[in-house]
């Protein structure tokens, strides 16, 4: 894999870092983070735009990658993230929604993912893909359509850095969050509490300042955002301020009401 630095790829930790191996008595919470999406951002000042979100606060960038076959989009490719990666030292997430992203994935470490998240509907060997990217040095996720059940990640707990809820169906910007899928987040949590892990749990889609508190209270701790970020009316900065609160808040209460 190609070297790209440690002024270009940050270091693993900081809430970065590979989750606690299974057996730990009690995972500790995961630091709660912004994670704003990369999906309907202006190509043509691709530079500026990545200089403007780590301005407005944001602790990680998602790159949605589309192949138009699992969702009807064509989007974001490595040579994309590879050509601002020198911009940042914030992670950079790779969501791979495309067919067989075991032959895709390494480009996209390769690029400067520090994150790579891959749909358990699009593989058929879920565990050797997440073995194999975490043998490259990337934290590796798995991600779930609203439909598909938590069941699937049970037997690769101990390969999973992150758990992405998808809280709409994936494809565009600008749907309505799902709220049904609350639950989903919780059980999720509570699957990666009783195998020990302290991976995180993130979600995507329909993410606003209104339910961020109720999403973080239900154990989510990496918020995905495009819209609520992008057409926000007073800007980015306003917008992750205000997603970074109602998290926050959120957090603490729940900490509060936390057995020792």
Do not use: C
Not at 180 to 208: C, F, H, N, P, Y
Request: net charge negative; hydrophobic share 45%; charged share 20%.
């Amino acid at each position: 894999m190609r070297d790209h630095g440690t002024s270009v790829r940050p270091p693993m930790g900081a809430g970065m870092g590979f989750a606690n191996a299974p057996g730990d008595k009690r995972p500790a919470m995961r630091p709660v983070a912004l994670v704003p999406s990369m999906l309907d951002v202006d190509l043509a000042r691709l530079g500026d735009e990545v200089d403007s979100l780590a301005a407005s606060g944001a602790d990680r960038l998602q790159w949605d990658v589309m192949d138009g076959r699992f969702v009807p989009r064509l989007t974001h490719g490595p040579d994309l993230l590879r050509s601002v990666r020198s911009r940042t030292t914030l992670p950079f997430e790779a969501h791979l929604m495309i067919e067989q992203p075991e032959r895709h994935w390494a480009s996209f470490v390769d690029a400067g993912a520090n994150v790579v998240i891959v749909h358990a509907e699009t593989t058929v060997h879920l565990h050797r893909l997440l073995a194999e990217i975490r043998a490259a040095g990337a934290a590796a996720g798995v991600a779930l359509n609203p439909s598909t059940p938590l069941d699937v990640v049970r037997h690769v707990v101990d390969l999973v850095d992150l758990v992405l809820v998808m809280t709409v169906n994936p494809g565009w910007g600008g749907q309505a969050f799902i709220r049904t899928m609350l639950d989903k987040v919780r059980q999720a949590r509570d699957l990666l509490d009783r195998a020990g892990s302290a991976a995180d749990i993130e979600v995507d889609g329909g993410v606003t300042a209104g339910v961020a508190g109720d999403l973080v209270a239900y154990g989510a701790n990496l918020l995905v955002a495009g819209s609520a970020v992008h057409r926000h009316p007073d800007g980015r900065e306003v917008a992750i301020g205000e997603l970074r609160a109602a998290a926050l808040a959120a957090r603490s209460l729940t900490a509060a009401l936390r057995p020792a």
